[in-house]
């Protein structure tokens, strides 16, 4: 069974730099095609794709947000982990990380629960 | 990038209705375009990818198709449980872009 579970902070300052941490089971980023992906969606508003990781280290960046953005995994830990700097109030969001599980695929098959991040002061 | 149009932004349907979602890509994007499902408080749901493959445990009356650059989500018989907010992907190049959505309510 594939699981995925977002951590981090809930509430975070503007300027302030978030981490977030995606623990994953029931697959891993050894299988080759295998990938993490990150994704976003502000209260009430439509999905959008921050990253993705690949199991082969490859790193993915939405455009907009490339300056801001560093993904990274822990292979042996199952994890992946998210650090957007410079937090806006525009960047209060769920954050989900979902798996891609195939080298030619580009959909998500499975998805955490989410976390919602608030930036406020 | 790509933009993913998605209409209607709302539905109303009654049990035993037939739904359809419509999704238009800004460019051609042969048949790669995902379809989820989200319910309030939850994650997405993947329903359809591939256009027209259903993924597995999802019920037969989802189905998806394709023309051109217009993508067709179809519920064909509503349940109540299919309530929610359904998003288009696609699944061609990044960065991945979703439509903006489809609230179906059960009347």
């Known amino acids: 069974q594939v699981t995925l579970k977002e951590s981090g902070p809930a509430l975070v300052k503007p300027t302030q730099t978030l981490t977030l941490t995606c623990t994953f089971s029931g697959f891993s980023l050894r299988t080759s095609g295998m990938r993490v992906n990150w994704i976003r969606q502000p209260p009430g508003k439509a999905l959008e794709w921050l990253a993705r990781i690949d199991w082969d280290g490859d790193k993915f960046y939405s455009e907009s947000l490339k300056t801001r953005l560093t993904i990274s995994k822990d292979t042996p830990k199952n994890q992946v982990v998210l650090k957007m700097t410079n937090l806006d109030p525009i960047d209060t969001a769920t954050y989900y990380c979902?798996?891609?599980?195939?080298?030619?695929?580009?959909?998500?098959?499975?998805w955490g629960q989410g976390i919602l991040v608030t930036v406020s002061s | 990038d790509i933009q993913m149009t998605q209409s209607p932004s709302s539905v109303s349907a009654s049990v035993g209705d037939r739904v359809t979602i419509t999704c238009r890509a800004s460019q051609g994007i042969s048949r790669w375009v995902a379809w989820y499902q989200q319910k309030p408080g939850e994650a997405p749901r993947l329903l359809i990818y591939?256009?027209?493959t259903v993924h597995s445990g999802v019920p037969s009356r989802f189905s998806g198709s394709v023309s051109g650059t217009e993508f067709t989500l179809t519920i064909s018989s509503l349940q109540p449980e299919d309530f929610g907010t359904f998003y288009c992907q696609q699944a061609t190049s990044l960065p991945f872009t979703f439509g903006g959505g489809t609230r179906v309510e059960i009347k």
């Open positions: 591939d256009a027209w």
């Open positions: 979902a798996r891609t599980p195939g080298r030619n695929v580009n959909w998500f098959d499975s």
